[in-house]
Each structure stands twice: as structure tokens, then as C-alpha cells.
């Protein structure tokens, strides 16, 4: 349980990041195709026996690079190319997986995850990347908030717009592999999509939504293993119910706000 | 070509013969023109010639295949670009307010950012205010404002007037001649001729791209109006100069 929360709060920190600029980006989709894409090598690494996520790390940077580099062509629609990967990835998976004899207990496990099962090696290996994601964000925070209204400016501000891309798209794919022993294949685009696009219905400023996005993404997923662990519900799925579940609050507040009665029209000096 | 380059005294930018490829597509060819120091120079041409396409290459943002292009700062090493991009359609879901662009775009202490808003008559009441509760006007105040408070030697402006009204296009004029009166060389892309004929130290037209191959004639009155025409040749007999597929109208 104490492995749970921990590994679960530090993917909950890095996701939630990545998602401020993944989501305005309209990138959202990015995570579904990465994740599924990634049990190609997971299927690999079961099939050859060595570690399957290494060989998932492996494939998401390849993915990563390569989105990255597209995301460059405006001729070629990134939407239609992650699509492209999810299918390849899936259906490498499925192929490989006729390869293993036998039952494979260990493909659902990454399918839907298996919070219990992280072990300090894992929390280990998930602090030292939060610790790097942390840094690269300070380092680059600037120029992705730039990139992210418009690529030209940066580049006339002499501000390193590809060296922040890559860190976006790479990064995104590698902390997305590290969350599906987590979440799972399937949920664990949650921690990415839905803790932003709720703060961006509530806050009304980019810091407040980076700083409500933290809180989302680390109570929702606290609150989703403790309701898990009590009603014996299956982990994942319990995460991801309950951040839809804010999401959903979120965006009623955001209707209740808008109405006229609740408008001023007094406008706060900076 | 009957133009004078290498003049690095005058000019601030020249652009020698270059070839810019887009999506596989020839854009510019073999195209040279010079912007003068401290001058308010318009860019023109029907859409497509390639305008905002030649103001990217010349800040950089895309690579020429063929030519040169110098920039030539006087006394100092190295000069300070501003830029408005033409319609930025700012992420809705980023909630960036306008202190927050200011400050991320400008990177400068409040004060700066202040005077520069009061500059452009932008008001400070809306400082907390999300860009995207903006109107289009009030936007394109606050990009201007953003590049004047990071004090730029050279602005290139893309159609900075759209989505503006009457008053606001009044004001930003008053303010781009005022900052040109400061020393600031402007590069401005216009389909404005009113505007080009009334203020233009220098100005850039540009044709069709097919004609780069051609290379025979200009079809650059076809981007005018007679009236147009008319007022420019009020200032000078021999406005339209013909070169290799572009057109210059110098000193207007």
C-alpha cells in the first residue's frame, strides 16, 4: 500500500504536467496511442524474457521521436498517425503474443494495471524520473508555454522550440510507459488528459491550472487507491472512475459560473 | 536587375537572390529586395505571392534553399527582432491570462510591461483577464504591446491592423509611426493601399510565383486598384519597377 501511494503520486505529478501542454496542444489522443502502441514491446519482452517495460521504454522513445518529428509537417495529421501507431502496436502485441505458449496472466496485468505489484525498485526508478522531468520543466517551462500559443515566435525569440518538443513528446511517452504498471494499458491516459482539462474549467489563470491540475491528479489517484483498497475494487478503473467523476463536477461549476447571475462586472487590477 | 544591394550603411536587411521551397513547393525564387534603416517599409502583393513567407525567411523561421540574406545592425553586434504574427489562435485551454503572456513573451519587469500597454491604449483593467475573453482587436494591441516592450530594433508586423476597428486601426498607426519616429525600422505586411500610399518610406510588392519562372513581366498592378496607382504616381513618374518576377517600389 505505502509503494502504491508513493509510485502512484510521483506518475500522478509527472502526467499531470505533461498534460498542461499536451491538452491544449489537442495531443490528447497522443497518450491512447502511445500506451496501447507500448504492449507491442511488452509483448516482446515476455516473448524474448527479459523485462517487458524496457522493452516498452524502447518503443515509446522510437514512437516519441518519430511523432515528434511528424508533428513538424503540417501535410500529415498527427491524429491520423497516432491512430496508425495504436493499430500497428495492438495488433504487433496480439501476433506476438500467439508466440507464448500458454496462459499469459502477465499481458492483463499490464492491460488494466497492477498497483500492488510495484515493488521500491520501481519507486526507485520513478523518483530519479520525476526528479529529471522536474528539472527539464523549470529548465524549459518558458519556451513550451511559447511553443504552445505559437512555434514561430520562440524560434524569433531565439527560445530552443525543438529541444522543448522533443522533451514533450519523448518525455510524455517515456512517463507513460512508467504509469502502466499503474493504471494499465487502457487508463492510463486519464492521469494525462483529464486532471488538466478539469483545472482548465476551473482556473482562470495558466498558473492556477498548473497548481489545481497537481491537486487533481494527486487526490484523484490517493482517493481512487484508498476507495479501491476498501470496497475491493480493481485499482485502475477506480482512479479513473473518480477522475471522470471530477471532471464532471468541474465542468458543471464551470456552466453554474458562466451563468450571467454569477458574472461581475468588476474587472480586478493586476 | 537594376537593384542596389551591399549597402549596409542604408539597409538593415538585404536579401540577395534567395529561393525559399515550401511543402515541396518553390514560394520565393531567386527574389531580392533590401529593407532600409529606420524606414516603414510595406509589404504587398495578392495572397499567395508569398509575403508572410518572405518575412519568416528573413526572421529565420524558415530556411532559404538558395541566396543570402544579411542583417546589418549598426554599432552594435547583434539586433533585436520583433515579431506579430497574423492570426495567433491562442489554445483556449491554456487559460493564459494577459499578464502571464506579457510576462512569458517579454520576460521583462512590470513597469516595462505597463508602459508598453499604455502605449497602445491597451487597459490595464484587463491584465487578469484570459487572452481568449480578448477581443480581436484588443489582441492584436496586446501582441504589438508584448514586441514593443522587448524594445526591437527591426518589427515585422503581419497584417497587424485585422480585426482591428477604425479608432484602434487609428491609434496602432499613430503608435507604428511613432515607434519608426524612435529609430524603429518596420516591416509591415498590408492589402491596405490607403495606408501605403499615406505613409510607405519603402515599399516591397510581390507577384504571382509563376511569374518567377517566367521572369518577363510584373502583374504586380493587378494587386492595385486604378486608384491606387493613381496616387502613387502623384509621388513619383515610375513607381513600378519590373524585375525578375518582383516587383520594388522604392522610395514612394
Known amino acids: 500500500m505505502q509503494r502504491a501511494l508513493i509510485g502512484s503520486i510521483l506518475l500522478a505529478v509527472i502526467l499531470g504536467f505533461f498534460g498542461v501542454f499536451m491538452v491544449p496542444r489537442k495531443l490528447s489522443f497522443m497518450a491512447d496511442g502511445i500506451a496501447h502502441a507500448s504492449l507491442f514491446g511488452i509483448a516482446v519482452g515476455l516473448l524474448v524474457g527479459g523485462m517487458p517495460l524496457l522493452w516498452a521504454i524502447g518503443l515509446s522513445l522510437i514512437l516519441g521521436t518519430l511523432l515528434a518529428k511528424i508533428s513538424d509537417n503540417e501535410s500529415i495529421p498527427m491524429d491520423a498517425v497516432i491512430g496508425i501507431c495504436l493499430v500497428g502496436g495492438m495488433s504487433g502485441a496480439l501476433i506476438t503474443m500467439t508466440f507464448i505458449p500458454g496462459y499469459k496472466p502477465e499481458l492483463f496485468s499490464y492491460l488494466f494495471g497492477s498497483i500492488l505489484s510495484i515493488e521500491w525498485n520501481d519507486i526507485y526508478i520513478l523518483s530519479a524520473l520525476t526528479a529529471v522531468t522536474l528539472i527539464l520543466f523549470k529548465v524549459q517551462w518558458r519556451t513550451l508555454v511559447i511553443t504552445t500559443i505559437h512555434n514561430d515566435l520562440s ?4 527560445l530552443k522550440a525543438n529541444a522543448a518538443k522533443y522533451f514533450l513528446f519523448i518525455g510524455t511517452s517515456i512517463a507513460l510507459i512508467g504509469g502502466v504498471k499503474l493504471l494499465g494499458v487502457i487508463l492510463i491516459s486519464a492521469l494525462l488528459v483529464i486532471p488538466y ?11 492556477s491550472c498548473v497548481i489545481l491540475t497537481q ?7 490517493i482517493t481512487g487507491i484508498f476507495i479501491s483498497y476498501i470496497f475491493d475494487f480493481p485499482t485502475g478503473p477506480a482512479i479513473g472512475l473518480l477522475l471522470v467523476a471530477i471532471y464532471l463536477l468541474a465542468f458543471t461549476y464551470s456552466k453554474i459560473r458562466s451563468q450571467p447571475i454569477w458574472k461581475s462586472n468588476h474587472t480586478p487590477l493586476d | 536587375m537594376n537593384f542596389e ?4 550603411q542604408a539597409n538593415i536587411i538585404e536579401c540577395e537572390e534567395i529561393t525559399v521551397v515550401r511543402d515541396n513547393k518553390e514560394i520565393l525564387c531567386a527574389a531580392s529586395c533590401c529593407v532600409p534603416r529606420n524606414s516603414l517599409t510595406f509589404l504587398v502583393g495578392e495572397n ?8 519568416q525567411t528573413m526572421l529565420g523561421i524558415l530556411p532559404q534553399r538558395e541566396g543570402k540574406i544579411s542583417v546589418h545592425p549598426l554599432n552594435r553586434e547583434k539586433v533585436n527582432i520583433g515579431y506579430v504574427p497574423q492570426n495567433i489562435e491562442f489554445p483556449k485551454q491554456l487559460q493564459l491570462t494577459v499578464a502571464e503572456y506579457l510576462r512569458y513573451v517579454s520576460n521583462l519587469d512590470k513597469e516595462s510591461i505597463h508602459q508598453s500597454l499604455e502605449t497602445v491604449d491597451f487597459p490595464l483593467s484587463h491584465l487578469s483577464k484570459t487572452i481568449n475573453q480578448l477581443s480581436g482587436g484588443q489582441r492584436q494591441k496586446l501582441l504589438l504591446a508584448a514586441e514593443l516592450a522587448r524594445k526591437p530594433d527591426i518589427l515585422f508586423l503581419d497584417e497587424p491592423l485585422s480585426n482591428v476597428d477604425d479608432t484602434g486601426e487609428r491609434h496602432i498607426l499613430d503608435v507604428i509611426l511613432e515607434i ?4 524603429v525600422t518596420i ?3 498590408t492589402h491596405d493601399w490607403q495606408m501605403v500610399s499615406a505613409h510607405a518610406d519603402h515599399v516591397i510588392c510581390l507577384n504571382k510565383n509563376f511569374l518567377c519562372e517566367q521572369g518577363t513581366s510584373c502583374i504586380c498592378k493587378n494587386s492595385l486598384s486604378k486608384v491606387n496607382i493613381k496616387q502613387i504616381q502623384k509621388i513619383t513618374p515610375d513607381p513600378l519597377n519590373t524585375h525578375t518576377g518582383y516587383c520594388y517600389i522604392e522610395n514612394v
Open chain 2, 187 to 189: 516591416i509591415l505586411i
Open chain 1, 155 to 158: 524560434k524569433v525569440l531565439g
Open chain 1, 197 to 207: 482539462s478539469s483545472a482548465s474549467l476551473i482556473g482562470k489563470s495558466l498558473r
Open chain 2, 180 to 183: 519608426k519616429n524612435k529609430g
Open chain 2, 48 to 55: 499567395g505571392t508569398g509575403k508572410t513567407t518572405l518575412v
Open chain 1, 215 to 221: 491537486i487533481i491528479a494527486v487526490a484523484g489517484t
Open chain 2, 5 to 8: 544591394l551591399s549597402n549596409s
